[in-house]
């Protein structure tokens, strides 16, 4: 039981930094979308 309680916690870090990074990238994605849409470069 203890090695399931172990590798669910280290198996829990890689999904969460990956989830937040996701969601920094998606958001800045839209930014940048967003502000293209807004100020072209032409």
């Given at each position: 039981m203890t090695?399931?309680?172990?590798w669910h916690?280290?198996?829990s870090v890689p999904l969460a930094v990956g989830?937040?990074?996701l969601t920094i990238?998606?958001?800045a994605g839209y930014v940048g979308t967003?502000?293209?849409a807004r100020y072209?470069?032409?």
């Open positions: 090695l399931a309680v172990v916690f280290w198996i989830g937040v990074l990238g998606m958001i967003v502000s293209r072209p470069r032409d």
